[in-house]
Structures are given as structure tokens and as C-alpha cells.
């Protein structure tokens, strides 16, 4: 069975960093594209950043610049560095591969 499990959430200042880890289990990631998701209060689920097997990797444009996604293969995790984290960074993360979703993790940011 496919698992993913993120951490790494929390509450910041605003202008603070956290970075968040999804580690998967029963598979191996490196064949696949892994996708972080955010969603926040009211809000509707949106791809926040995604890696391809390759590396290459893509990012929604209110991220570009202050978010990181990269893989470790080695170890089937994927990380989210997230700096300069804004109020409307508020959101439950969540890592995506293929038709599994992890449970999620809170990142909250103070103004």
C-alpha cells in the first residue's frame, strides 16, 4: 500500500521559512512526478510546485521565487522550502503522487 506523509508545518512570522518533508512508502518515487498541494480556509485545493522524475520542476506563479521544491530519491522523500512565507501561505499542504495524497500538514503564518 502507498503511503505519503508530510511534515514539517507549523506557525511562522511572517517573513519566516519552513520546509516541509513528504516521505513515501510502499513505492518507489523515482519514476514519478511529485506535486505539493495547498489548501486554504475557503479556498479552493492548488498545485503549489511539482518535480518531475528529472528534476525539472514547475511552480505556481505566487510561489515562484520563494518556494523550492527537490527530491532524494535515495530516501523516496520530497521537500518543500518555503521562504519569505506571507499570511497568504496559511494553508494545509499536501503531497500528491499519482492518485495518492498524504494527510496533510498546517503551516500557519502571523502577520
Known amino acids: 500500500q502507498v503511503q505519503l506523509v508530510e511534515s514539517g508545518g507549523g506557525l511562522v512570522q511572517f517573513g519566516g521559512s519552513l520546509r516541509l518533508s513528504c516521505v513515501a512508502s510502499?513505492?518507489?518515487?523515482?519514476?514519478?512526478?511529485i506535486n505539493w498541494y495547498r489548501q486554504g480556509p475557503g479556498k479552493e485545493r492548488e498545485l503549489v510546485a511539482s518535480i518531475t522524475n528529472s528534476g525539472r520542476t514547475n511552480y505556481a506563479d505566487s510561489v515562484k521565487g520563494r518556494f523550492a521544491i527537490s527530491r532524494d530519491n535515495a530516501k523516496d522523500t520530497v521537500f518543500l522550502q518555503m521562504n519569505n512565507l506571507v499570511p497568504e501561505d496559511t494553508a494545509q499542504y499536501l503531497c500528491?503522487?499519482?492518485?495518492?495524497w498524504g494527510q496533510g500538514t498546517q503551516v500557519t503564518v502571523s502577520s
Open positions: 510502499g513505492i518507489l518515487i523515482h519514476p514519478f512526478t
Open positions: 500528491n503522487l499519482r492518485y495518492t
